[in-house]
């Protein structure tokens, strides 16, 4: 017998939005075989840490009439366990042969709109401090396991091991080992901060400048309570003991 239309049927799929952190490659030369060159000497010896990790390229910094082989970057990138898939500030010719490499745009978000001007001046509000939310963890996190904080800090009670990450638009703490990735201002945030209590990070990135084990902590730091800030392009670490 046929379905009566009011009956209640189940779609095999939805289309919903969704967001990932993603890892940005910078780029500032055009140079196929220097950034080959480059991308594999910093990255080789840690192919581990990006297990297959989304990547974006950007090409903001680029100087201008820049080309670039994107196939051959896309080669480069793949061989090291990344995977790129997509470009922003691209020029409308790279845009077509970023495609051309099976890359995609990546719309930058699209500032906030200017309010409209008052039809009368008044006198500013007072300024109100702004507080991000948190998200609190409070299980272990093994190896393979992610914790992404969208639009806020993400504190965590307990250890993070190898291969595990913790993410935030916002500050991380880690109030225990922290052993695996740990990612603050994951969407640009270069005020965002990292904080452990014991740090033994595979890698530590905020707002995209990252840090791995291949760099050796300073002494003092390694396993013991520090933070991680951002300063220019430099990552600074301080013991907090």
């Known amino acids: 017998m046929a379905a009566s239309p009011g009956s209640a049927t189940r779609a095999s799929f939805d289309l919903k939005s969704a967001t990932l952190p993603l890892i940005s490659v910078v780029l500032r030369t055009a140079d196929a075989a220097a950034l080959a060159h480059e991308v594999e000497r910093r990255l ?39 995977q790129p898939v997509g470009v922003r500030g691209a020029r409308a010719d790279q845009l077509d042969a970023a495609r051309a490499a099976g890359l995609t745009e990546a719309p930058d978000i699209p500032a906030p709109r200017a309010a409209a001007p008052a039809a009368a001046v008044a006198p500013p509000p007072p300024a109100v401090p702004s507080a991000m939310p948190t998200m609190v963890v409070e299980r272990p996190l093994r190896s393979g396991q992610q914790v992404y904080a969208r639009n806020a800090d993400l504190i965590v009670m307990a250890a993070v091991s190898n291969g595990a990450e913790v993410i935030a638009d916002g500050n991380v703490h880690v109030y225990a080992p922290l052993r695996g990735k740990a990612i603050a201002g994951a969407r640009g945030n270069t005020a965002a901060r990292i904080f452990a209590t014991c740090m033994q990070p595979e890698l530590v990135s905020i707002a995209g400048i990252y840090r791995t084990a291949e760099t050796p902590l300073p002494e003092g730091i390694l396993g013991r309570a520090a933070k991680i800030s951002l300063v220019g392009e430099k990552l600074v670490i301080e013991s907090l003991e």
């Open 44 to 82: 080789a010896e840690q192919a581990d840490f990006f297990d297959h990790d989304p990547v974006l390229i950007d090409l903001a910094q680029l100087p201008p009439g820049s080309d670039i082989d994107f196939a051959a970057l896309v080669r480069s990138l793949r061989r090291l366990r990344v």
